[in-house]
Every structure is written in structure tokens, then in C-alpha cells.
């Protein structure tokens, strides 16, 4: 098996293996994620590596995959003269629009589309491309890749580094029966970069991983849904995140950190004569 084969077979896995479409999955989360940024310290951590990529960032042009709820697009738009982001859910476009419209930005164009159906047609160039924790359900990366090289000299991607965090495998085995189906991550990718002929530097980063709640009735209520319990089993998986979870400034969560892959794909500069 080729590396893009063994990177295609792990997309497949996981879109058969969950319970839930990827369109679900955001139409459940999308109003949530905010809250997911607020609590954890990726954006403050990877912003300033990002901006120190760019020449001139009042007169950029970022190609951003899989904005999502806009946690690096509001910041980047700030800096930079224009975003252009593909968001395939309608959820997730809804919440970054909004907040778009209610900080006056006005320099983010949405495309609705996933990156691998648009990138043939957008207008380059850009100075950099950004995909944070997007590509994991990109079949075609190969080729997106080699688009994305045309538009821009460097593409930047944040990828978790494949290695599950224990209290989620443990949740996942004792409610459902099994493991979480893990999308593709860092080494699968790494080695389709290798078998592409692309150099990348890597930085391996820890940020935290925080799963915030409101209150104890609202952490249960997320992961009964999540594991796809409904009411079944309640005081147990009461019991069992009550193992994991503390209380800091007054709310309830699971308090971790996970390490984070930012690969740094640079086009090659032609030989020089
Ligand atoms: C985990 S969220 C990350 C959001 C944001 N980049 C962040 O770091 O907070 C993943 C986002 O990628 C989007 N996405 C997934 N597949 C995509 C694709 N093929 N093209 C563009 N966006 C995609 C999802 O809709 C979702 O909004």
C-alpha cells in the first residue's frame, strides 16, 4: 500500500466507522466550538508563528481551509489585507459570518465549498495557505497539495500527532464498546509528503486540550450525546466523568494537552542556472 493509499483507507475508516456524517457532526458542534476555542491556547500559540511567515502582513492574501467558527480567521483579517476561507458547513459558515459581520470585518470572503472542489478555480496568488485541524477528511490531498503550491509558496497545516488521549479511549471503550475511530493525523500524513518528494519542517507544539462545560448537567449532557447513549447509563457515565473532571474558576471540565503537528510545506525554488 502506497502512503496515500494507506492516508485514503484511514479517511474511509472514518467516514464509515462514525455514527455520525461530517455535516452532522458540525451541526452539532458548530455553536459549541466557540466555546472550545475560549478555553483552550492553540490560536495564541500558533498566531504569532503564522504572522512571522508572512512579509508584509497589511498587504497579504491567506488562503484559509476549514475556517470553522473563525478561531484564526478573525485575527489573521486583522492583520492581513484579505482572507479567503473555505467552510463546507452551513453551521459553522453561519457562526463565522456572524461574527464577522459584528466585529465590522470585512475583508473575509466565504466560499461554501470544500477545498478540494474550489481549489481548481480560486485566484491566486496567496502569500499563505492555512489549514488548522481540516484536512483529516481530504481523500484527494495529494492533489490538493500540489494546487494549493501553485497558489501559494507556503502551505501551513496543524495536525494532531495520532496519539489518543487515554480518557477518551477509555470513555469510548467502556460506553461504546470500542475505540474511537481516529481520523488520519500527523505520521500518515508525514509519510505521504515523503512519497510526494515534498519537504516540510515540522514543529511538534503542546497546547491544551480542553473540554469546558457550564456545569456538571451540561458536560454529562454533551458526552451522552457524543457517545450516543441518550439517557442510558447516565449515572454511570456521570460517575466516570466525575474521574476525569475538576472544577477551575468555577466550571466544569477535562483538563489536558495534546501535541500538535504545524508542518511547513514550502514550494521548491526552481534550480538556479
Ligand atoms: C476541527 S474544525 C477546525 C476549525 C478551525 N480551523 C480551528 O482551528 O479552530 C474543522 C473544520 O474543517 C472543515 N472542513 C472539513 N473538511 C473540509 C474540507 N475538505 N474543505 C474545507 N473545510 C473542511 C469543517 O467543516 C470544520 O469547520
Not at 472514518?14 to 472550545?36: F, H, I, M, P
Not at 499563505?128 to 507556503?154: C, E, G, K, W
Not at 457524543?226 to 483538563?255: F, V
Request: hydrophobic share 40%.
Amino acid at each position: 500500500m502506497t502512503a496515500l493509499e494507506s492516508w485514503q483507507a484511514a479517511v474511509m475508516r472514518c467516514r464509515t466507522g462514525r455514527s455520525r456524517s461530517e455535516r452532522e457532526t458540525w451541526e452539532r458542534l458548530a455553536r459549541w466550538y466557540d466555546c472550545w476555542v475560549r478555553h483552550n491556547d492553540y490560536v495564541s500559540i500558533f498566531m504569532p508563528r503564522l504572522l512571522a511567515l508572512l512579509d508584509h502582513p497589511p498587504t497579504s492574501r491567506v488562503l484559509e481551509i476549514g475556517p470553522g467558527s473563525g478561531a484564526f480567521t478573525l485575527p489573521l483579517a486583522s492583520v492581513v489585507k484579505q482572507v479567503v476561507a473555505a467552510e463546507p458547513s452551513q453551521p459553522m459558515r453561519d457562526v463565522l459570518t456572524r461574527k464577522c459581520a459584528s466585529s465590522g470585518v470585512n475583508n473575509v470572503t466565504v466560499l461554501p465549498r470544500r477545498i478540494e472542489d474550489v481549489v481548481e478555480t480560486l485566484e491566486g496568488p496567496f502569500d499563505l495557505v492555512l489549514a488548522a485541524y481540516s484536512m483529516y477528511n481530504l481523500l484527494s490531498i495529494d492533489q490538493v497539495l500540489r494546487h494549493l503550491l501553485v497558489l501559494s509558496p507556503q502551505v501551513v497545516i496543524l495536525m494532531g500527532d495520532g496519539k489518543p488521549m487515554a480518557w477518551r479511549q477509555t470513555l469510548y471503550r467502556r460506553f461504546k464498546g470500542q475505540e474511537r475511530v481516529a481520523s488520519p493525523q500527523f505520521p500518515t500524513f508525514h509519510a505521504v509528503l515523503l512519497e510526494m518528494g515534498l519537504e516540510a519542517d515540522v514543529e511538534m507544539v503542546w497546547t491544551s486540550a480542553n473540554y469546558v462545560y457550564d456545569d456538571e448537567e451540561a458536560m454529562l449532557n454533551w458526552w451522552q450525546e457524543k457517545l450516543g447513549l441518550g439517557a442510558r447509563r447516565s449515572a454511570d457515565l456521570r460517575a466516570a466523568l466525575r474521574e476525569i473532571a475538576e472544577y477551575r474558576e468555577g466550571r466544569i471540565g477535562i483538563y489536558g494537552q495534546r501535541q500538535t503537528a504545524m508542518i511547513r510545506i514550502a514550494r521548491r525554488r526552481p534550480p538556479s542556472p
